[in-house]
């Protein structure tokens, strides 16, 4: 059975950076396209970042254009997502998401609260 652990969450002051990771486990990783998703509390989760399954491609939702990348690396089975210039309305739990057609993954979530 497919497994997404996050990592890399926590505490930073606005306009500082936070590299999340996720790792992936029990599915061959190479053929999944990634998404970090995130949910703040009394939202519904929404996309933010998504990469293809070889990482020519990324999507970013129109809030964090610019200042967010992802990237993954298909030889370790992972993926990142690089934050900078972090505001306060980026807190929020962030979820890293694995999809192949119908099959699909959740890792636990990580926390990210940006605040001074």
């Known amino acids: 059975q497919g497994q997404l652990v996050e990592s890399g969450g926590g505490l930073v002051q606005p306009g500082g950076s936070l590299r999340l990771s996720c790792a992936a486990s029990g599915f061959t990783f190479s053929n999944y396209i990634m998404r970090w998703y995130r949910q703040a509390p009394g939202k519904e989760r929404e996309l933010v970042a998504a990469i293809t399954s070889v990482g020519r491609t990324t999507n970013y939702a129109d809030s964090v254009k610019g200042r967010f990348t992802i990237s993954r690396d298909n030889a370790k089975n992972t993926v990142a997502l690089q934050m900078n210039s972090l505001k306060p309305e980026d807190t929020a739990v962030y979820y890293c998401?694995?999809?192949?057609?119908?099959?699909?993954?959740w890792g636990q979530g990580t926390q990210v609260t940006v605040s001074s």
């Open positions: 998401n694995a999809k192949l057609f119908a099959i699909g993954y």
